[in-house]
């Protein structure tokens, strides 16, 4: 029985979606590693442990192999990963406080959203149908949308790494700099700070929202 067991739990960590997420976690290793020694490198291997978040997503409904352990894998790479880059862009930039919220707004808005789901019995955390925000509905609701805004998001911070030539940046200045410019790069980075900007709008509504689950699942505790 124990062998059974062992085997069940080998297995799932060995779902192809979850070798995915321990290749982009090594991968994040490596980018980080050498972020300042070599730019266009890290943008590369960060870009493509980013497109793994994609692609392990594919194999598990592919393969019928969604699991709990695959899900969380995820999202703690994804917020991890990010988390660092807004870490070394707040040491390149001024004001750095502005990525720093940002990686506050980010992680707080995805705890509170996985808390709120484990109290609501849902099965996921992009399970989102009954709330009352259509662009919160439209953006887990709608893959293609959720796509866009997710890479606008992380194409932003990584333009914004490659484009800093010193420690002591001034952010509005490397962004003016960037949009004004008739360019593959200025295009990109327009694009990109739409999809950022209604990421960052949506992490509110989540965050608003999941703390709303939390205060009625406290009231109706409270019900005699």
Known sequence: MAKKSTKKTLSVYLYIPNIIGYLRVILNCVAFALCFENKKLFAVLYFISFVGDGLDG???????????????LDMVTDRVSTACLLVVLSQIYRPGLVFLSLLALDIA??????????????????DVKDSTSWLF???????????????GSEVLYIILFLLAE??????????????????????????AFLGWGIKQLVNFIQLKTAA???VLYDLKREKP
């Open 166 to 191: 010193n420690q002591s940046e001034d952010l509005i200045v490397v962004l003016l700099s960037a949009v004004k410019q008739v360019s593959l790069v200025s295009f990109l980075t327009v694009l």
């Open 109 to 126: 808005s995805h705890w509170f959203q996985m808390y709120s789901t484990f109290l609501s019995g849902k099965a996921s955390h992009k």
């Open 212 to 214: 709303d689950v939390c």
């Open 58 to 72: 594919w194999f598990a409904r592919k393969f019928n192999q969604v699991s709990t352990f695959g899900a969380v």
């Open 137 to 151: 509905r439209i953006y887990y609701g709608n893959r293609l949308f959720l796509a866009f805004c997710c890479v």
